[in-house]
């Protein structure tokens, strides 16, 4: 014990040494030298420009902030099961019962209207359990759905909340490419984040959208869905909705949903409680160098019509199936889905000017839009082949060697439009020309016409057939595909 009480001394000795040693090491080191800035080589009048923008940014932004919201959304899911060691012990089930767990996910919105009415991605609220908004000042308001729109990817919700700040809606159809546009959102969960970039292009179209949107290299990421793009006079422009990305994030490639569009969406729910999308009745398919030159065009915009719908608009102001739809209440129309864009922002029983290329001749034709019918999707679904009657071969030596016809068989009508009129097609040799053409004959393909020519028998497509001059001739095809018609052309071999 002596010894253990003697070790302790000497330690203790030896630390309060070390402790003296140790301050008067520090009372004899001499103080550093630091005199820090106090003010730049800039004089205020230096920057007077730049002062003057990022003052203007700051107040728009705080004039902003108040008006976008953070929506969380849960849904209870199904996870997979847990054991129950009383259904194991007494009804031998190994299986579990069922674990249920929410499944969260994150959003934007932009308040537009004193009583509450927000606007956000249908993807963002479709098919949850529950949705809160969370305000800028932090209050957290419970939301209801007042309607959503799919084709157009617009929901409107509502909270029963006071004193808001909701923001205008722009005019999308004067906005420039070039010009500043700031996107507000929730992206990550980071709330109020705020980019700045240019509207880089418009009307970008994709296969799963008829409608153009903004592309923007402002910063948009996952949460920034249903968030408002901006203007400089703190007018909504657009509703961020998308990104084109490599890697998950934001790589300058952001995509908003014009706000005409997000207006006429919401004025139609709050109105109708429901969307109305306008109608015009052609079925149409790009144009191509090989269709425009059979079409009397050299210009690869507008939109070609392969159908007009009995009673529709279009029938009634005098389109025709190999109309090329060039212009649209005078703008111009670069693609199919600019078209149907056009269409559908239409409002309902307005008078529109339709400018066609009819063989060659610039026409001009009168149309009022109607309202899109609730099953037109149904209708325009292609039916599955179904089996044919026994096969007419095509003479040889030509586009048509190896393609076999027939007359339509009763029971294949049904799958039809009404007024189809032509010959099917029930095999196609694998080695023959027309089966090489990658958007060319199927079986179970109607032909209607050949170079503009209608088909109406066996007989008829064999007389046209013999009239081809071997491989070496362009055909231009009408054909019919389930419900859907279009135009193909077979290639010189």
Not at 454 to 470: H, T
């Amino acid at each position: 014990m002596r010894r253990f009480l003697f070790f302790v001394i000497i330690v203790a000795i030896f630390l309060a040494a070390l402790y003296d040693w140790n301050h008067r090491r520090m009372e004899k080191r001499a103080a550093e030298s630091y005199t820090p800035g106090t003010a730049t080589n800039l004089s205020p009048k230096d920057v007077q420009i730049l002062s003057s923008i990022d003052h203007e940014y700051t107040t728009l932004v705080a004039a902003v902030v108040p008006s976008v919201v953070s929506i969380t959304t849960s849904k209870r899911v199904q996870a997979g099961y847990t054991f129950d060691p009383y259904e194991f012990l007494f009804h031998h089930r190994l299986q579990g019962v069922p674990r249920e767990q929410n499944r969260v996910s994150l959003g934007s919105g932009v308040i537009v209207s004193k009583e509450g009415h927000i606007i956000t991605n249908n993807h963002v609220v479709s098919d949850m359990d529950k949705i809160q908004v969370e305000l800028s000042d932090g209050r957290v308001e419970p939301a209801k759905i007042i309607g959503t729109d799919p084709d157009t990817d617009i929901a409107v919700l509502k909270i029963d909340a006071q004193n808001l700040a909701p923001l205008p809606m722009g005019d999308s159809d004067q906005v420039k490419v070039g010009q500043l546009a700031f996107a507000i959102g929730n992206p990550l969960g980071l709330q109020e984040t705020v980019t700045r970039g240019i509207i880089s292009a418009k009307s970008r179209v994709f296969d799963d959208s008829t409608m153009g949107f903004f592309q923007t290299d402002a910063a948009i990421n996952e949460g920034n869905s249903g968030g408002p793009l901006v203007n400089l006079h703190g007018e909504v422009i657009g509703i961020n909705t998308r990104i084109a990305s490599q890697s998950g994030g934001s790589q300058g490639l952001g995509f908003a949903i014009p706000s005409n569009v997000a207006r006429r969406t919401l004025e139609s729910i709050i109105k109708l409680g429901r969307v109305v999308h306008g109608y015009l009745g052609v079925s149409i398919q790009p144009l191509t160098p090989e269709l425009a030159g059979h079409f009397g065009t050299s210009d690869l915009n507008g939109a070609l019509v392969t159908q007009v719908t009995p009673g529709s608009p279009a029938e009634k102001a005098g389109v025709k199936s190999g109309d090329v739809i060039a212009k649209f209440n005078g703008a111009l129309i670069r693609s199919i889905q600019d078209l149907h864009a056009r269409v559908a922002e239409t409002p309902v029983n307005t008078k529109v000017e339709i400018g066609v290329v009819r063989e060659g001749k610039d026409v001009i034709l009168n149309a009022g839009i109607a309202e899109q019918p609730a099953d037109l999707q149904a209708v325009q679904q292609p039916a599955p082949p179904m089996p044919l009657a026994s096969a007419t071969p095509a003479v040889e030596e030509n586009i048509f060697s190896g393609v076999f016809v027939a007359e339509i068989p009763a029971a294949r009508r049904a799958s039809l439009p009404e007024n189809v009129k032509g010959v099917v097609v029930t095999e196609i040799n694998p080695d023959s020309l027309a089966a090489q053409v990658s958007e060319g004959l199927r079986v179970g393909d109607v032909i209607e016409e050949i170079n503009h020519k209608p088909v109406a028998s066996v007989e008829d497509f064999e007389n046209f057939v013999k009239q081809l001059k071997g491989g070496d001739q362009q055909v231009l095809l009408f054909i019919c595909r389930g419900k859907t018609r279009s135009f193909v052309v077979l290639p010189a071999r």
